[in-house]
């Protein structure tokens, strides 16, 4: 239950799509940035799921995952010594590519405020250890904790975002996979002139071996962004793009299908869960659960990873892995099949009540 990896497998309309390229001979460089089918495809699921429009040309480019998207994004904005805020828990791979450009990541513990971060908490970091801050990031819906921003929030986040005159970066990867009353918002609603978002295929539609993400954001910095893009991978696979094209134009409903799968396997875990005793704030989005370890064990989740991984043979992730907040908690993801699910609690169960 470690990985975030779907074990759904590519709709075949997608698969049929990068088969017909193939066979068109289409194995020439693409546009730096993208194809221009796949840049209009994008800025019109943009406009019909957010209510942004993106110009393809000058505010889109398409880049080797979300991941890609992300080093992209942070060798463009951020220089040695900057800083950029990282409400967390978070995806780790954040603080390592941040470093890497030799700016410091300024870790905001979410936790007791449900893993949120709130516009006060926010100003108050801004006007002490986070001053002179150049970014923050933020990922919604969360991982590891599925947890996502209600729209006033988003709203309110904004309003401190412009006025301290910070750009944001939006992680938008789950966008499509939220649950119950929850709805997904951008930051880019209320903020385009400020907000750099970021997504791919690979979650929504299965394609995480495919490797295609975007980044849509104003001209001004786009133009920068796809400098960097082009530097450093020259451009994305022809077939893959033309997948993708066939994912956003006739593939509306894969992501339905896909959320009714993994809602049901999130009642399903969570319930089981939280009968054993497990504490955790009620995921709303992605596939993961944030879930609160045994007394026993303390903070220590790093030790129950392990002995649970060495008695009962199932694979967690440590919370504190995940950066401050999240000490004492493990991320489990529900994005394996529902046989490994069910066997998987089963496991757990026993291991917790032999304690």
Not at 38 to 53: N, T
Not at 177 to 203: C, M, Q, T, W
Not at 205 to 228: C, D, E, F, H
Not at 296 to 312: H, R, S, T, V
Request: glycine fraction near 8%; include cysteine.
């Amino acid at each position: 239950l470690t990985i975030g990896e779907p074990d759904l497998a590519t709709p075949d309309h997608i698969k049929k799509a990068a088969i017909r390229d193939i066979n068109d001979d289409d194995s020439h460089y693409a546009p730096q940035a993208g194809k221009p089918q796949l840049l209009k495809a994008i800025s019109c699921y943009l406009d019909r799921s957010i209510g942004v429009h993106y110009d393809p040309k000058y505010e889109i480019c398409v880049t080797v995952g979300a991941t890609g998207a992300l080093n992209d994004v942070f060798m463009t904005l951020l220089n040695p010594g900057d800083k950029i805020i990282v409400p967390t828990p978070v995806w780790a791979l954040y603080f390592q590519l941040i470093k890497m450009t030799g700016a410091t990541p300024i870790q905001l513990d979410t936790k007791k405020d449900g893993f949120i971060l709130t516009p006060e908490h926010l100003r108050h970091v801004l006007n002490g250890r986070g001053k002179g801050a150049k970014a923050i990031i933020l990922t919604d819906p969360s991982n590891p904790t599925g947890r996502v921003y209600a729209k006033e929030t988003l709203q309110q986040l904004a309003e401190v975002i412009k006025e301290y005159k910070i750009y944001s970066i939006t992680d938008e990867i789950y966008a499509e996979l939220v649950y119950g009353n929850a709805e997904h918002h951008s930051l880019s609603e209320y903020i385009p002139d400020r907000n750099i978002l970021i997504s791919g295929l690979s979650k929504a539609y299965a394609m995480t071996g495919w490797r295609l993400g975007y980044i849509a954001a104003p001209k001004q910095i786009m133009q920068s962004i796809q400098k960097v893009n082009a530097f450093l991978v020259t451009s994305v696979t022809d077939n893959v793009q033309m997948a993708a094209v066939e994912a956003l134009n006739n593939g509306q409903s894969d992501p339905a299908e896909a959320r009714a799968i993994y809602e049901k396997r999130l009642q399903f875990m969570q319930t089981g869960l939280e009968k054993l005793g497990f504490e955790m704030a009620t995921p709303q989005g992605a596939f993961y659960i944030f879930a609160k370890i045994p007394e026993k064990y303390g903070i220590d989740d790093e030790q129950f990873a392990f002995e649970l991984a060495q008695k009962a043979k199932v694979g967690v992730t440590p919370g504190r892995y995940f950066g401050k907040g999240g000490e004492g908690y493990v991320r489990l993801s529900y994005a394996s099949s529902t046989e490994q699910l069910h066997e998987s609690l089963k496991r757990i169960t026993d291991f917790v009540n032999d304690l």
